[in-house]
Structure formats: structure tokens, C-alpha cells
């Protein structure tokens, strides 16, 4: 008895033994790809609303293997084949009380053997609610990140990509600007004022040449190496949640990279639009050869657009390398929602800009922000349409009252149509149909828009001439510019170096120039605006016009969400009220060149009849009684918080 009670002691020491070992087994399993070639998304949560997930797997011949998992909570819908047997789409149920955890996939082949996958499913790391997006109380500073500042010179060139060159020198080449780059400078960036940063896409562009720009992705879970790594773009997001700040990513549903990785092998028939054309032609593929998009964005609203013009702008590619994503087919629509979504748990974004908003199929972008906005509903997503007409802009944001019932779910798209009369006001004549008209009539404009303070308001960006190219060199025309749209009912979007004065003068509206490197982002850089060295008084000057305006703007509520009030302009003169509770701002643009007296009388409805205001430039007050005496051209703005 006592031999077989030391074996029982034993049995059960040995068990309890193993059950520690396997619990441990199953605390240290990674994930990793070691077996397969992809899985994607590369791992997900738990506790969303929407509790089905997708899987995209690539590994030669996995179409003929069946997959199981087990694991409490997480169960297989369906599997379907795609027509290239190295494609299996896995549909995934997440039960709401799934907990976080790591488990294996187990791919079982016809002959018996198998391949493992071991997959995590992570804690969020906050609520959807709490996912706040941008808003009208922020001022966005985009960036083109080759361009900016080259924190990690390592990284530079990567012999594993395409593209091994770096030349300041060449325009269209890459320079070296870094992810990290834009981390050391988020104090430059907040103390000028700006409360979000939206950096053009940092993802893959393994393309030949001309892929510094990060429009060309050829893989969508990817940090391209030569940005920095995933772990930097993270560290970006926090830092910038440290100085109260937002992420926004520039993302692309519409196209690829040529060199992405599934265009050697691609999982259907139809995962790219015009896919039979360009397959039979790929050996000659050229900017000769290509459908090219016909860019009649008018076919997603026109009652009377021909099916062939519709399909020539929806499908038609962008260029010859940018292959046209077909969100038609099912599983691509459920591959851009989810990588979306991917992005935002792994950032904590703060906002999405979506390229190229109008060329995608429209029902599949209103099905897209739609999934968005449903497990975000503080979230923001601006949309990409360069239209100069406000019923197209208008059409695009939710909660229009378009004819055809078309409803985006985007909540805010950008005003090309603003930007375009702000260039007119200042480079024009004034009478009674051109110059200071163009905005005063453009703004009247929002009666069509559902919000306009929703609206992204900018006097340029990465695919325009630079403001102060567009408006001739005219230091007090580009002050008076930007002012006027820091106050108007809009979310602003300054470009990097507009605070600086930089331009493109010497090639007006050549993509590289206007992408020009930021001084004082590399090493030996003579100049260096973010300490200030180097630069010249109407830069020094201008810097710090744009700190007092925007840090002015950060706060005052006014501006974010006020009554809007304006006047026609007369005599040069446009006088616009933002008025909320006891706070009043005055916004005046002169653009005589001699002094002139204004009489106050005719803006009494503002109510600012012997009120003592401050001019928020200069901290002078002004008490507002008979007239106002303008002695230069130029912008004056007036609080009445003093």
C-alpha cells in the first residue's frame, strides 16, 4: 500500500507537472509566418462590434488543405477557394466573451501532412467611443515624410527594394526623410500650433523608381523600411497622444503598387479591374498600354453619364503602375475594410484621409466608412475630391440630400472648390464678380454642404503648387489668405513649409519641387527653420505670423464651432464675425494700399457697439465705436476676450 500511495504521488506530480508545462507551452507561442507565407491581417482583437473576421492565406498549393482551429470562442464559418490554388479566405467567428490569446491554425493537407499558423487575438487597448477623431478645433500640418527630416540617415537606402538610390539632387528620387525624422520635431510642430499631423502613406512602395511619395503600396501591413519601422509609427501615435495631438493616415482603397506582392499571383479572376487586359499584355505593360481612367468623376452623380464613362473612371487604372483595386470582389471589399481597421487598433489613429475618393466603386466607399464609422462613431475620415464645384463636394459627406439617395457615411471631404476662390480673391482685381467676391460668394455656398464645419479647408497640399507660388511671391496676399481660412467654419490643413514661404517657383506645379525638402531636416543643412537659422525675415516673419494665428485658433471656441457672419465686400474691404456666447472674433482683409476709414454703423447686428476689442497680432486693444481706420493692407483679426 505504501509503494502504490508514493506512485499515485507520483502520477500526480508528473501530471500537474505536464499541465504546468503546456500552459506554459501555450503563454510563449508566437505568432509568426514561419510556415506560411501570409496571413492577413497579421493578427486582430477581440470585442468588436462586428465579431466576424477574414483571413487572406498565402502558401503554395493551401487551397488543398483544410484548416481547424480550436480554440474557445473562435470558430470557422466557411472556407472558400480562391481560383489560384495558393490562396485560401478563412471566415472567422470572434464570440463576444472570446478571450485574448495566441492559437494555432492548423492546415491539414490530402496526404495527411500538415502546416501551422499560430495567430493572436489582442486586448484593445481602448473602446471604440473612445477613438476621437478630427474635428474643427483642429489644425492639421501634412507632411511628405522623404521630404521632411532624416532622423536615421541606416535606413536610407534598403537592398532587399527595388529602389537602392538616394539623391538630394534628383526631384523624383528619394531623399531619406524618416518616421523618426517627424517624432523629433513634434515640439516644432505644437508650439506652431497644430493639433494633428497627417504624413503622406509610410506603408511599402518596393517600386522601381519614383516611390517616395508612398502612393504605390505594394504591401498594406507593411511600414516601408526605409520610413522606419512599425514599432517607430507607433511610437509617433504616442507621442503625439502625449502633446495632445492626432495621427492621421493617408490611406489608398483604390489602387496598388505594380510591384505588389499578389500581382504575380493574383487570388481571382477579377481582384483587379481590367485584370484579363493587363495579364495579356503584361510582357509590353507601359503608360501606352494601360486603360487608363478617363477622371470623369462627374459619372458617380451625372442622372445621364453612359455606363461606359462610369465604368471608364471607376475601373480604368490611375496610371500604368497603380493597378485598380476591384472592390466588387467581395473578399478585396472585406480586405480594405479590415486592413483600415487594422491600422486604427494599431495606431490609435486619430483620422483617416482617403486618396482618391471618387474613383473607387461609390456603394463599396459608402459600405467602407460606413463599417468605420459603425465600430467608431467619434471617428474621422476626410475623402479625397478634387472638384472645384461645391455639388460634387457636397455630394461626398453625410447626410446629403442627394437625388439618387446616395449616402456616403463620410464625414468630411476636402474643399477644393474653397481653396481655388481663396487664390482667386488674392489674385484678382476686386469688382463686383472677381476678387474678395470669389470668397464672400464661395462661403455663401454652405447652404448646400450637410456640415460645413466638418469640411477640410487648405490653401494647398502635396499635389498643388504651394500658396505663395500661387498667389505670385505676395508676402501680405499669402498672411491674408491663410488668416481667412484659420477662421472660417472648416477643419485647416496647412502643408509643411507654407510657414516658411516655401514655393515652386522655379517649376510651377512640378510634383517634386512642390515636395522639396524641409531645411534643417539633414545634416549640413545651411539653413534650419526649426531653430530658425538661416531663414530670412519674411520667413521668420511669416512663422510667426501662422504661430499667433494658430495657437490664437487652438482656443478659441468661436472658431471651432461658433455662429458664422458676413458682410459684401466693399471699398476692398470683407469684414467675417465668428461668434459664440461672449466671445466674438473679427476677421478683416484690406487689400488697399492706402488708408481708408471703414464706418462701423453698417456691422451693428454683430453687436459689438462700444465694445473693447484685442488685436490678436499685435495685442493692441480697439474699442469698436463709429469707424475703424485701416491704415495698411493686410489682415487685422479682433477678439472680444481680452
Avoid at 507607433?234 to 503625439?240: G, R
Avoid at 471607376?314 to 473578399?331: A, C, H, I, K, S
Avoid at 485658433?553 to 455662429?563: L, M, N
Amino acid at each position: 500500500m505504501k509503494n502504490s500511495f508514493l506512485l499515485l504521488i507520483f502520477i500526480v506530480f508528473i501530471s500537474c507537472n505536464n499541465s504546468k508545462k503546456e500552459s506554459m507551452n501555450s503563454e510563449v507561442k508566437e505568432v509568426s509566418n514561419t510556415f506560411l507565407e501570409r496571413v492577413e491581417p497579421p493578427n486582430w482583437w477581440i470585442d468588436f462590434k462586428d465579431s466576424s473576421l477574414q483571413l487572406l492565406v498565402k502558401e503554395p498549393n493551401i487551397g488543398n488543405a483544410k484548416p481547424t482551429i480550436s480554440y474557445q470562442g473562435v470558430s470557422i464559418q466557411k472556407v472558400h477557394q480562391a481560383k489560384s490554388n495558393n490562396y485560401l479566405f478563412i471566415d472567422l467567428q470572434i464570440d463576444k466573451n472570446t478571450k485574448a490569446g495566441k492559437f494555432d491554425i492548423v492546415f491539414t493537407f490530402n496526404d495527411g501532412s500538415t502546416k501551422i499558423h499560430t495567430y493572436e487575438l489582442k486586448e484593445r487597448q481602448k473602446s471604440s467611443e473612445e477613438y476621437v477623431g478630427f474635428n474643427s478645433a483642429d489644425a492639421i500640418y501634412l507632411i511628405t515624410p522623404d521630404r521632411f527630416a532624416n532622423a536615421d540617415e541606416t535606413n536610407d537606402i534598403n537592398e532587399n527594394l527595388n529602389e537602392k538610390t538616394i539623391n538630394r539632387k534628383d526631384d523624383y528620387a528619394r531623399h531619406g526623410g524618416d518616421i523618426k525624422g517627424i517624432t523629433n520635431h513634434i515640439d516644432y510642430i505644437s508650439d506652431l500650433g497644430f493639433t494633428a499631423v497627417w504624413p503622406t502613406p509610410v506603408l511599402t512602395n518596393d517600386m522601381y523608381r519614383g516611390s517616395y511619395h508612398g502612393y504605390a503600396m505594394t504591401d498594406f501591413y507593411e511600414v516601408d523600411p526605409r520610413f522606419g519601422t512599425l514599432t517607430e509609427y507607433q511610437e509617433l501615435a504616442n507621442e503625439l497622444r502625449k502633446n495632445d495631438m492626432k495621427l492621421i493616415m493617408d490611406q489608398v482603397a483604390n489602387h496598388c503598387g505594380l510591384e505588389h506582392w499578389w500581382m504575380e499571383d493574383l487570388p481571382f479572376n477579377d481582384w483587379v479591374n481590367n485584370q484579363a487586359y493587363y495579364e495579356e499584355n503584361k510582357e509590353n505593360w507601359n503608360n501606352q498600354t494601360v486603360k487608363v481612367s478617363n477622371h470623369r468623376r462627374t459619372t458617380n452623380q451625372d442622372l445621364y453619364a453612359a455606363e461606359a464613362d462610369k465604368s471608364g473612371n471607376n475601373e480604368g487604372w490611375f496610371v500604368d503602375t497603380m493597378p485598380d483595386l476591384n472592390q466588387r470582389n467581395p473578399f478585396m471589399a472585406k480586405y480594405i475594410i479590415q486592413n483600415s481597421i487594422w491600422w486604427i487598433e494599431t495606431l490609435g489613429l486619430g483620422g483617416i484621409r482617403q486618396d482618391t475618393y471618387p474613383y473607387p466603386d461609390k456603394q463599396y466607399m459608402s459600405n467602407w466608412a460606413g463599417a468605420i464609422m459603425n465600430e467608431y462613431p467619434n471617428f474621422s475620415i476626410v475623402g479625397e475630391e478634387w472638384s472645384y464645384n461645391p455639388l460634387l463636394i457636397g455630394y461626398w459627406q453625410k447626410g446629403a440630400k442627394n437625388k439618387d439617395g446616395y449616402e456616403s457615411n463620410l464625414k468630411s471631404t476636402m474643399d477644393f472648390a474653397m481653396q481655388n476662390n481663396i487664390v482667386e480673391a488674392f489674385s484678382q482685381h476686386d469688382s463686383y464678380n472677381s476678387g474678395l467676391t470669389k470668397i464672400y460668394e464661395g462661403l455663401a455656398n454652405d447652404f448646400h454642404y450637410a456640415s460645413p464645419k466638418d469640411i477640410l479647408i487648405f490653401p494647398d497640399n502635396h499635389d498643388m503648387s504651394r500658396i505663395f507660388t500661387q498667389l505670385k511671391g505676395d508676402v501680405v496676399n499669402t498672411k491674408m489668405a491663410l488668416s481667412y481660412l484659420l477662421m472660417l467654419p472648416r477643419i485647416p490643413q496647412i502643408y509643411y513649409g507654407t510657414e516658411i514661404l516655401m514655393n515652386d517657383f522655379a517649376k510651377p506645379g512640378d510634383h517634386g519641387l512642390i515636395r522639396s525638402d524641409f531645411p534643417g531636416g539633414w545634416k549640413g543643412d545651411i539653413v534650419n527653420a526649426f531653430t530658425g537659422d538661416g531663414l530670412t525675415d519674411a520667413q521668420k516673419d511669416m512663422q510667426l505670423f501662422l504661430k499667433k494665428v494658430l495657437n490664437f485658433r487652438k482656443t478659441s471656441k468661436a472658431i471651432h464651432e461658433g455662429k458664422t457672419l458676413h458682410f459684401a465686400p466693399e471699398n476692398g474691404t470683407y469684414f467675417l464675425f465668428r461668434i459664440k456666447d461672449d466671445e466674438t472674433i473679427v476677421h478683416i482683409i484690406n487689400k488697399n494700399d492706402k488708408p481708408i476709414s471703414i464706418d462701423l454703423n453698417r456691422f451693428k447686428e454683430a453687436g459689438l457697439r462700444g465694445k473693447t476689442l484685442k488685436n490678436i497680432l499685435t495685442g493692441e486693444n480697439f474699442t469698436w465705436n463709429q469707424t475703424i481706420q485701416l491704415a495698411e493692407k493686410g489682415s487685422l483679426i479682433l477678439t472680444s476676450k481680452l
